[in-house]
């Protein structure tokens, strides 16, 4: 009988402090491709700026403690060129994310901090490239840009990873809050599958600057 009313007390004292909030977030990301480039010593790769958006969601079981839902439209952006000869590659890859993580905090009414530590998972939904290369037919160079068609064969549409960001919140009104945030995407799957001999593994690492507002029910 204890048991049950220590239990009860437990769930009564979440409810009492638990909240709901729903959101919306904007920014900027810094993609970082890496690849083992082998025996292709003249070629480089670059880091690329690009964006993302997306809805989000928090449920605060304590005033320190939620679980925190994100669904997002990132670019994954990367660069590959050759330093002796004018070849160059610049990648734009749209995915689509769904990280989810507790979210810890520590602060006044008004203003706080946060951290948010978690996995997600996501989904490669397009590829577009330009840049210049070189014409086996002609030996000119030419300027292109063009939609990257997905090979089922070669490519790992499917992202996993781990997630985390720090940030600070400001509640601006009585149920409006706004946040500034910093956060890390570490992929753990390749993009590209292993159907070759000699293996391949290329990875994406991204980094988000984002703001949003939420509505804290």
Known sequence: ?????LFCAVMLSMTA??????GATAGADYNIFSMDKQYQSDWNLEKRWGATMGITGQYDVYDWLGVRADLNWTQKNYRRYRSRIPIDHKYYNDYLLLPVMASLSVGGEQLRGFVNLGVYGGYWLSSHREGTELSTFTSKYYKFSEKVEFN??????????????????????NRWAAQAEVRCYYSTTSIQKQYMRVKDYRYNSTIAFQAGVSYCF
Do not use: N, S
């Open 1 to 5: 009988m204890r048991k049950l009313i």
């Open 17 to 22: 402090h638990a909240q709901w909030r729903v």
């Open 152 to 173: 089922d064969e070669r490519d790992q549409r499917w992202d996993l990873g781990f997630v985390g960001g720090a940030g600070v919140e400001y509640r601006f009104a």
